[in-house]
């Protein structure tokens, strides 16, 4: 006969109990004694063994596995010893360990500003009354029940319901004795007793290797050896450093003798070292964040706290960063806060409710990528994101975020149609609660001392200007309008470039209006877009010449830069996720030269304050002549904001020889010149001065001095005093 009635029995035979962590365990009847309750339908018979090893018999008191004993206090923990034919196993009861969650979590949670959630949610290895196993919180507000499950429990959901904690929504249970690399999954039933798909744990920082989905609990064994970089980086302007990006997708950007994607550590011994040659500041990884399908290039994300484990564990990827930060390089990860997919298994619908989505799909449908957009405006949701992003500048010490698709978390209408959106409490197509996030999320992030970069294509104002100023708030934007502009110049023809000098000179109308970084991007060279050699015109010389003379241009022109893997070796096909960059074709001279200007167009942006120290502010730039249409000629200035070094550039964009072409200068002097792309070591033409050239006194272009020169085809020169 029971302590407990009927109903609640068979409540908890069925999984239905509201409230197990008050029937389960140990619970004090009187001052002597206590009543053990314990479910295990897989056990023929219970006993109840204390620390001193007394052993007392638990009566099955439901045919469906509920047992119980009245037992002597006090109890100060306990082993439950189940049998069933020949097989005994010994249980630490879960239901016999309080509660990891404080109030203080709980609150700040529900208030959207915890901004540790991390370390609480999830799965973590921890001890609770002095016993190690695994912590499992998770959010679900709409649930009647939530239940981890997994190999250790025969993924039944009636073995580890865990605890609710009305008016935060948050369930939690302690696990005694699970280890790293437990498989596990959330079981819950929703507000209509529906039994949902399995869920993956949101705060999972591991996952199965697809096609397998189960969260996977991990506790990292890594030490840091980058101290040096994390402190340099505290005191860092980055609007006055240099910073050349080298954008890889992780999965092709080589490939081993098998044919398959190099790992984490592989990367790290490998990519490394390259980047390092070709004088790149930093890596930006395409979203490494867990996704189902390779074909998205992780831009649909199910795991947004997990290192995608196609290519290692969390530490393994955190010895890839580290390894970055050793060699000097920062390392930077595409994030995809915008969307996630609908997967059964993830986000969507996670309790039976649009939990983290909005429930109307004029606001919580992405039409153009089938995907579930994020409800900026709900406090949890928000947290959840926020806290994402300072996990990855904390706990694996990325140097910065690249916000994906910006522009569509901007505007409420973003590739819809009339009567296909709703407006903001004002009326208005701008998204109120997308921008508080983003502010938000810019000041989080910034703190914590990382940098973020904003692919943003639209008009919207101060993107990257401060929060305080009523900015967005990024550190950089992208400058989206230069590179469709500079793009659609060099895929014109030589001979009618003239008629479009406006497409190079525009972007300086607007270059200081945002802290602008100038994007190649893998974007730019998939879906029938063509490699930026295949757009160049001409035969295989003119190409390469072009292409030279236009990576020239963005090294010298103002911003930060950013180059796709396979860009700087001038790679003749798109990028295939299926593939690798073509290092085959560096067997080629002309290639290679191309890789060989890349580098020193590196070492020339990092070592020369003019070309980087003022990328943000009008004072690095003027020029010198933009109106030579005819001839399809530019020269400008740069300037630096930490000492008194001046470069002058001149471009010639066709392929034609011009001698005797004046081009003012600043002061007096011996210009020298210090990077040709013409020059044969870039498997150019050799045509320029290979050396000094002096000032001779004529006044031109509005400068008191000027120089006379012989401009290469198709070529970009610098020069400095």
Request: hydrophobic letters at 35%.
């Amino acid at each position: 006969m029971s302590l407990l009635p009927a109903d609640d029995l068979n409540a908890l035979a069925s999984a239905r109990h509201g409230s197990v962590f008050s029937v389960l365990g140990c619970h004090p009847i009187d001052n002597d004694t206590s009543v053990i309750r314990t479910f295990q339908p897989k056990a023929a018979s219970v006993e109840f063994v204390d620390a001193n090893n007394q052993q007392v018999p638990l009566t099955r008191v439901h045919v469906d596995g509920v047992f119980e004993a009245i037992v002597s206090r006090p109890i100060t923990s306990y082993t439950l010893r189940c049998a069933r034919d020949e097989f005994q196993w010994d249980v630490i009861d879960p239901y016999s360990f309080p509660s990891l969650l404080g109030d203080t979590d709980r609150y700040l949670f529900s208030e959207g500003n915890h901004y540790q959630l991390h370390k609480h949610l999830g799965s973590h290895i921890v001890s609770n009354l002095g016993i190690r196993g695994v912590h499992f919180s998770v959010w679900a507000p709409n649930a009647n029940r939530v239940s981890v499950v997994g190999e250790f429990n025969e993924w039944d959901g009636r073995m580890h319901v865990m605890r609710a904690h009305p008016g935060s929504g948050l369930w939690d249970i302690f696990i005694p004795e699970l280890v790293s690399g437990t498989l596990y999954k959330y079981e819950i039933i929703d507000a209509n007793n529906q039994c949902l798909p399995l869920k993956h744990d949101p705060f999972a920082v591991y996952f199965e290797q697809p096609p397998g989905n189960a969260s996977i609990v991990f506790e990292s064994q890594f030490e840091w050896g980058d101290a040096a970089h994390m402190a340099s980086r505290a005191d860092a302007n980055p609007l006055q450093q240099p910073i050349s990006v080298y954008e890889v997708h992780a999965g092709s950007w080589k490939r081993n003798v098998n044919g398959d994607s190099l790992n984490y550590r592989e990367l790290a011994d490998t990519l490394i070292p390259y980047v390092l040659d070709c004088g790149f500041t930093h890596i930006e990884l395409l979203p490494i964040t867990e996704h189902p399908l390779i074909a998205s290039w992780g831009y649909q994300p199910v795991g947004l706290f997990a290192p995608t484990s196609r290519f290692g564990s969390p530490d393994d990827f955190r010895y890839f960063v580290d390894g970055c930060h050793k060699a000097g390089i920062g390392v930077i990860m595409d994030w995809v806060p915008a969307h996630f997919p609908s997967d059964a298994h993830g986000l969507g619908n996670f309790d039976g409710t649009s939990l983290y989505e909005h429930s109307d799909p004029r606001q919580g449908v992405h039409k153009d990528w089938n995907t579930l957009i994020f409800n900026f405006g709900r406090n949890e949701v928000a947290n959840y994101l926020i806290n994402n992003a300072l996990y990855w500048i904390e706990e694996f010490h990325l140097d910065g975020l690249r916000v994906d698709a910006v522009a569509s978390m901007l505007y409420l209408d973003y590739s819809r149609n009339d009567g296909e959106w709703i407006p903001n409490e004002h009326g208005g197509n701008h998204n109120l609660e997308a921008i508080s996030f983003l502010q938000r999320m810019n000041e989080s992030v910034h703190l914590a001392g990382g940098m973020t970069f904003a692919e943003e294509s639209t008009s919207f104002p101060q993107v990257s200007h401060p929060t305080y100023d009523g900015g967005l708030g990024f550190t950089f934007k992208w400058n989206m309008g230069w590179m469709h502009d500079t793009l659609e110049y060099f895929q014109k023809d030589p001979a009618y470039r003239e008629f479009h000098q406006n497409s190079l000179t525009f972007g300086l109308l607007y270059a200081f209006s945002e802290n602008f970084q100038l994007p190649f991007s893998h974007d730019e060279v998939v879906h029938g877009k063509r490699s930026l050699l295949d757009k160049m015109p001409g035969d295989d010389w003119q190409k390469r010449a072009n292409l030279r003379s236009l990576l020239a241009l963005m090294f010298t022109y103002p911003g930060k830069k950013l180059l796709f893997m396979g860009c700087e070796i001038g790679q003749y096909t798109e990028w295939s996720h299926d593939d690798s960059v073509h290092w085959d074709l560096l067997h080629n001279q002309g290639h290679a030269g191309i890789q060989n200007l890349v580098r020193d167009l590196n070492g020339l942006y990092k070592t020369n304050p003019a070309l980087h120290s003022s990328d943000c502010t009008h004072q690095g730039f003027d020029w010198i002549d933009c109106a030579d249409a005819q001839h399809s000629v530019i020269a400008f200035q740069r300037r630096s904001s930490v000492n008194d070094a001046e470069l002058v550039v001149v471009c010639n964009f066709t392929p034609v020889v011009r001698n005797g072409y004046r081009i003012g200068v600043p002061r007096s002097g011996t210009w020298n010149e210090i990077l040709n792309s013409d020059a044969t070591d870039y498997a150019g033409s050799g045509v320029g001065h290979g050396g000094a050239v002096n000032s001779t006194g004529i006044a031109c272009h509005g400068l008191p001095d000027s120089i006379e020169l012989t401009l290469p085809p198709l070529s970009a020169l610098v020069f400095s005093l």
